[in-house]
């Protein structure tokens, strides 16, 4: 007689466009841990292959348009999706792409983080990349997650402003569609890190954190794929990025050195904890 399986329920389904690293530490491959520790099934479409270790980024292939089309084309015709993450995409021609795939599912949440540069600082977006974000993806997105240094970079872009400061970077943002710009500030000389959150309306809340000493490979992918996860169960915006950024803090707290560059952030933070508590 066959085994008799009871019904599971499935996990939200959240789907990831972004580059590979091979680290670990940010990129898809910190989608994917996000979303296992949040509760959710990992969806992914790779945008980029990098050479990369914990300091620097060597090289980049960009992954043909076409083949990115083809790989969320394929999982969309096939399962639900609660939310959409959108990290590091490789080109304008994979920005079109995406852009086109986002407007057959307007009603899915889409949480972008314009990743522009690595945390050592490499470059990761052209001007090109740049007005095609701000022209096709903006627009579309529920919740834009850029630092302070690209809030002004996204906001200033083909502007005659020298400069704005970071509540009037949000409202520019908002105003090229997006519903929601929550604005880091990890490179800000503040004595907390202040992270705040803007809509149509105006500031909508800010959340402070004790600054952490180190320098961290992906949190800013962290914190925004754990707002899609928060999101793809239901929650609203503003306790979404709450919850979110006090999982990423949490990630952070943990974060171990593996090499000679950045920290990582430890997603499964609590997992450790358990087994401390297991061993004690």
Known sequence: MPPIFSPRV???????????????????????????????????VITALTVQDTASVDSILVIDAEWVMDQARMLLEDVPVAAFKLGMLGSPENIAVIAEILSDYPDIPVILDPVL????????????????????????TTVLTPNSHEARRLALF???????????????????GCEY????????????????????????????????PGSYHGSGCT?????????AYGQD??????????????????????????????RFFWAQDNQTEGNA
């Open 223 to 231: 914190l925004a794929s754990a707002i899609a996860a928060t999101l």
């Open 10 to 44: 499935t996990p939200p389904l959240v789907l990831s466009f972004a580059a590979s690293d091979p680290t670990g530490g940010a990129g898809i491959q910190a989608d994917l841990l996000t979303f296992a520790s949040m509760g959710c099934h990992p969806l992914t």
């Open 158 to 176: 083909e502007s005659e402003e020298d400069d704005l400061d970071l509540p009037a970077c949000a409202a520019h943002l908002v105003e090229l």
């Open 117 to 140: 540069a690595s945390g050592g600082g490499d470059e990761l977006a052209s001007d090109d990349m740049i007005a095609a974000m701000r022209d096709m993806l903006i627009p579309q």
């Open 181 to 212: 710009v929550l604005v880091t500030g990890t490179h800000e000389n503040t004595p907390r890190v202040l992270n705040s959150l803007y809509d149509a309306n105006g500031h909508v809340q800010t959340d402070a954190w004790d600054r952490l």
């Open 237 to 266: 915006v503003p306790l979404a990025v709450r919850e979110a950024q006090n999982f990423t803090y949490e990630t952070l707290k943990a974060a171990f050195r593996p090499g000679m560059g950045q920290y990582i952030p430890e």
